[in-house]
């Protein structure tokens, strides 16, 4: 029986890649996360989240103007986790935890998940250039080199690492389980459209509700949203609901549990991702809602973000529009067929049997086991 730990700064509950990464992991395996909070059926030692007093916010930012990186991190991510065993395997999530990976290493093997491209995390706003890149590809250029696996979810990103860190991952996207289902016809005079994930601000989803403006009345978007746990996440949400007062064609509907989202999301007709590359991450994302949109069985309306449009054209599973315009995303969807539309939730068969969880899980116990017998 081989130990693993897995860490992640993050809560499971919400973090359905991590939550997919452990369950990667058969029979041979004891996995333990480290973690700010976790469902029951995982095994997890609590880590505790920043929560900085004003003179200690003050303390971190003069620490990361200065470049007392080590200090830096010390006083954001530090944590003293009693464990009582040791590691035949660590997995860090993202970079914040590459350096409590190596605190903890003993002899243990490590793999690197970066969820993002680190020295580029937030590039679009100003405060974070100041403060946290030259942290970020400190850590980077620190440890990267370092680990024994390396794990990311899209090749535009693992161009990126491996072009300035030398190391090329392995890419694992974000693709939820294989899902037996078959596509619902569309309804010609009622079009369901849909959008799930979280209300945050940089994803700017106040265009979807400006692409609703300019569709005719066949056209209903159901915007399945997340509780954001983030002060700004939770305004902007309150900004969200604020625009759609009135606008009987939207409506913001509850989230899914994991369990239940794709069937749910196989009742509509069209997912719409519609994500303004404001930085690089944006610009080479393949999120959750993308894959989970090919598993319910439903078309896709995208703005042309490189991965996400490659895969759509190549499966021919839905449309993509010229620019990141609401206008032009619409004017594409305002020409679309009954036909098309069923033809392309049709294609989602065949892009489903290949972009799965499942397909990933094989990569991910390659990498482990080539890890673990060197």
């Not at 030259?134 to 024994?148: A, H, S």
């Not at 940089?202 to 002060?231: A, G």
């Not at 949109?293 to 529009?321: D, F, N, W």
Request: hydrophobic letters at 40%; glycine letters at 4%; charged letters at 20%.
């Amino acid at each position: 029986m081989k130990n693993v730990l897995v860490i992640t700064f993050s809560n499971l509950k919400n973090d359905a890649r991590v939550k997919r990464q452990i369950s990667f992991f058969g029979n041979g395996y004891e996995v333990t996360a480290a973690c700010y909070g976790s469902p029951k059926e995982f095994s997890f030692i609590q880590i505790n989240p920043p929560r900085l007093s004003l003179i200690n916010k003050a303390i971190s930012g003069i620490l990361l103007l200065f470049q007392f990186y080590e200090k830096a991190y010390q006083m954001l991510y530090g944590q003293h986790l009693n464990l009582k065993k040791d590691f035949d395997l660590i997995v860090a999530n993202d970079i914040e935890s590459l350096p409590l990976a190596f605190h903890l290493k003993g002899n243990a093997k490590i793999i690197f998940d970066a969820h993002e491209y680190a020295p580029r995390h937030f590039e679009d706003k100003l405060s974070w250039r100041i403060f946290f890149q030259g942290f970020n590809t400190y850590l980077c250029k620190k440890y990267i080199q370092q680990v024994d696996g390396m794990i990311t979810i899209g090749q535009g990103i693992a161009d990126e690492y491996q072009k300035h860190f030398g190391i090329k991952p392995v890419v694992i996207t974000n693709a939820p389980k294989y899902q037996n289902l078959e596509p619902q016809p569309v309804d010609p005079k009622k079009i369901k459209l849909v959008h799930q994930g979280i209300a945050n601000p940089s994803r700017k989803l106040e265009l979807m509700i400006e692409l609703m403006d300019l569709l005719d009345d066949r056209f209903h978007l159901d915007l399945m949203l997340m509780e954001p746990t983030f002060k700004s996440g939770k305004i902007y949400l309150e900004k969200l609901k604020r625009l759609i007062t009135g606008k009987n064609r939207i409506n913001l509907v509850p989230p899914q549990s994991t369990n239940e989202l794709i069937g749910k999301l196989n009742q509509y007709d069209i997912g719409i991702v519609l994500i303004p590359p404001i930085n690089f991450n944006y610009q080479n994302t393949l999120p959750n809602k993308f894959f989970e949109c090919i598993q319910a069985r439903i078309a896709l309306a995208i703005g042309p973000i490189p991965e996400m449009k490659k895969i759509t054209e190549h499966y021919s599973i839905g449309i993509v529009s010229e620019t990141f315009d609401p206008k032009s995303l619409a004017d594409d969807i305002m020409k679309l067929t009954e036909e098309q539309i069923n033809l392309f939730k049709n294609n989602t068969k065949i892009a489903a049997t290949e972009l799965n969880a499942e397909k990933n899980e094989v990569l991910f116990n390659n990498l482990i086991n080539q890890v673990l017998n060197r």
